[in-house]
């Protein structure tokens, strides 16, 4: 070890220089650190045997410690493999006061100034139909088409269904309006169609004095359970009565989010 004005060189035996300990208490490493066994940073009597702990880094004080990543901009610890692949991390963004979560290289949560949080990746979707879905003929049943996302978080819709991407609690929501409702119909059946179970709400006729042209709104709102993998779509069924002039209208929506 050489010392020049309160700056001490660490060496290596071969002359080269590992590291430089600056008058300020400051270490500066002239190449990378490999540690090999675990690093105890020790506060007053708080004093245990390194070979009792299987983390590599331990702080500990008699009240408070902590470790600061210090930095003009971005602030961040990794979570990787050896070949720092599919890497996890934690980063503080200066340029925002944004507190960010990844998750194997994507953001996956990010807590903002106001401390509001958003997840990105989390599953949610909004779909609306394209066009009117006319005349549904009847004694059968019509699959709603719902052509039109306003969005598709995570990317779990698709063809009329959505399709749950993890196991969980799932908010379902489908607001249909109909119109040309036949008078001579006994009635009209209206589903939510999950893996695990169904969901239905009828509509009947009898006590209507005529066609009902207007329209009607119908409504499914549930809180249900999805494995990964199950699906949910949304269905109409007219009995073997009436005329074919059912309308589903544009203005209706299916939607649903992931919960817990």
């Known amino acids: 070890m050489t010392s020049t004005l309160g700056i001490k060189?660490?060496?290596?035996?071969?002359?080269?220089?590992?590291a430089t300990l600056n008058s300020n208490g400051s270490i500066a490493f002239a190449g990378a650190l490999t540690v090999n066994d675990p690093i105890q940073i020790l506060n007053g009597s708080n004093?245990?045997?390194?070979?009792?702990?299987?983390?590599?880094?331990?702080?500990?004080?008699?009240?408070?410690?902590?470790?600061?990543?210090?930095?003009?901009?971005?602030?961040?610890?990794?979570?990787?493999?050896?070949?720092?692949?599919?890497a996890g991390s934690i980063r503080?963004?200066?340029?925002?006061?944004?507190?960010?979560?990844?998750?194997?290289?994507?953001?996956?949560?990010?807590?903002?100034?106001i401390g509001a949080i958003t997840k990105p990746l989390q599953p949610a979707f909004l779909a609306r139909p394209a066009s009117r879905q006319a005349n549904l003929a009847i004694n059968t049943t019509h699959t709603v088409a719902f052509g039109s996302e306003v969005f598709d978080q995570n990317g779990d819709f698709a063809s009329n269904t959505f399709t749950a991407p993890v196991t969980g609690k799932y908010q379902l929501n489908v607001q249909l309006l109909v119109q040309q409702m036949d008078l001579d119909s006994d009635y009209y059946f209206f589903?939510?169609?999950?893996?695990?179970?169904?969901?239905?709400?009828?509509?009947?006729?009898?006590?209507?004095?005529?066609?009902?042209?207007?329209?009607?709104?119908?409504?499914?709102?549930?809180?249900?359970?999805?494995?990964?993998?199950?699906?949910?779509?949304?269905?109409?069924?007219?009995?073997n009565s009436g005329a074919a002039q059912m309308d589903v209208?544009?203005?209706?929506?299916?939607?649903?989010?992931?919960?817990?």
């Open 92 to 113: 503080y963004v200066h340029s925002d006061d944004s507190m960010r979560f990844e998750t194997n290289d994507v953001e996956a949560m990010r807590i903002s100034s």
């Open 9 to 18: 060189k660490i060496q290596h035996p071969n002359g080269t220089n590992i």
């Open 47 to 86: 004093v245990r045997a390194a070979s009792s702990d299987a983390d590599d880094l331990i702080v500990e004080g008699p009240v408070d410690c902590g470790i600061s990543i210090l930095s003009a901009t971005t602030g961040r610890i990794y979570f990787g493999d050896a070949a720092n692949d599919d």
């Open 191 to 239: 589903q939510l169609l999950t893996s695990n179970r169904d969901f239905h709400v009828y509509y009947d006729n009898n006590d209507k004095q005529a066609d009902n042209s207007n329209g009607d709104g119908q409504q499914i709102i549930v809180l249900t359970d999805m494995d990964a993998g199950d699906t949910a779509y949304v269905r109409i069924g007219t009995p």
């Open 249 to 260: 209208e544009t203005s209706s929506a299916f939607s649903g989010y992931l919960v817990c």
